[in-house]
């Protein structure tokens, strides 16, 4: 029922210092009674699917972390959520029917991980939930899961053929939401759409076929994960402090106040997108090589995508944090104690990740080597 190799508890102690800094910096509105049952829910789901051996014990993880998305969403993003969940349920009782197993859960990994045309559920949910919730439900990257733990090892020759074409996919996506960033002024659903542009490039990298593609596409699942929930919890603390950062109309100059908060959005934004001297760097150089061995159009979708989401990052950053001077700002208070301890946190794994990458990169070789040989079918 349980198997416990390097992937799964690589996985499961990345998701639990994960799980730490969401609940350090969540604002005290979003640690509530209900917010309480709903993060454990998310916690114990997300160990659970990851320490999962069979994909009926994988399917009780999921359905236990569709849960706490299900309240507050509409009817839309509600139904993908449902739909993603039979869809698993369906591949995984009919795997004696490898293609039609093989579709079910390749379109189960599409709905989870919010790509075009399925994006509309993942940025309801930035518009809707709680972000600390929104942030473990979407970071635990399930979908990527499914595809490493299950899909690839158990249909290597389906996915040889077809991991290429949802990799195409995901390109398209991550490029549309770059350019849909661009034009977007809510900082809700400008975030979302810099979680999925940015965590598309996952499932992209599973499908090069390359060691250094896939180590890079594991990597940025990091990236992806810490950087983003960094962002979520700074913008979830200014929310909880002022309400003028909802639909902001002009330059609030937060920094003024809150400095402390500024640097870290400013450093989980731009390690986001690739700054060198942290693990977004290093992703997206071991995506790119990948890439140009096994997928040039993931070469030439990497850094289109990336710049254009950095200009939306910094456009992000000057809205919330410049422009006006500190007499016209109204006075929020700074980063509080447990808020700095957890974004450093975040911040220096980031930080680590880009000075010293050796060791993230060896805790992912052995599932990047075994995913290599299971798609070239050694």
């Known amino acids: 029922m349980l198997q416990l190799d390097s992937l799964a508890l690589v996985s499961m102690g990345s998701f639990l210092l994960l799980f730490a800094v969401t609940v350090l910096a969540a604002p005290r509105r979003d640690r509530t009674g209900a917010a309480r049952l709903e993060l454990a829910a998310l916690l114990a789901g997300t160990l659970l699917a990851y320490a999962a051996a069979a994909l009926p014990v994988f399917l009780a993880g999921w359905a236990l972390t569709v849960w706490p998305s299900w309240r507050g969403q509409s009817r839309g993003a509600r139904l993908v959520l449902a739909a993603s969940t039979v869809l698993l349920a369906g591949g995984a009782a009919l795997m004696s029917h490898p293609p039609v197993a093989f579709v079910a859960l390749a379109a189960a990994v599409l709905l989870r ?38 899909v690839i090892p158990r249909f290597p020759a389906l996915s040889a053929e077809w991991l290429p074409h949802l990799s195409i996919l995901a390109l398209v996506t991550s490029v549309f939401m770059a350019l849909a960033a661009l034009g977007e002024r809510q900082p809700r659903r400008l975030l979302g759409l810099l979680w999925i542009s940015q965590g598309s490039f996952i499932l992209a990298g599973l499908a090069t076929n390359s060691q250094a593609g896939i180590t890079g596409a594991l990597m940025q699942w990091w990236v992806v994960a810490f950087a983003m929930t960094g962002m979520m919890s700074v913008y979830a603390s200014l929310e ?139």
């Open 113 to 150: 991980k919010g790509i075009f045309p399925f994006h509309r559920a993942t940025l309801g949910a930035f518009e809707r939930m709680p972000l600390p919730a929104v942030g473990l439900t979407l970071n635990s990257h399930l979908g990527g899961y499914l595809l490493i733990r299950f």
């Open 240 to 378: 909880a402090r002022t309400s003028s950062v909802r639909s902001p109309d002009e330059f609030l100059g937060l920094a003024a106040h809150a400095p402390r908060l500024g640097v870290f959005f400013t450093i989980c934004g731009l390690a986001l997108v690739g700054l060198p001297g942290t693990l977004g760097f290093v992703a997206e150089d071991l995506l790119f090589h990948g890439a140009l061995e096994a997928h040039p159009l993931l070469g030439v979708a990497l850094p289109v995508a990336t710049a254009l989401n950095a200009i939306s990052v910094l456009r992000l950053l000057a809205t919330l944090f410049m422009g006006r001077r500190a007499i016209h700002v109204p006075p929020v208070p700074d980063a509080l104690p447990r808020e700095r301890l957890a974004l450093s946190l975040a911040v220096g794994l980031l930080i680590f990740g880009g000075l010293m990458p050796a060791l993230l990169i060896a805790l992912r070789t052995p599932s990047a080597e075994a995913l290599t040989k299971a798609i070239s079918g050694k």
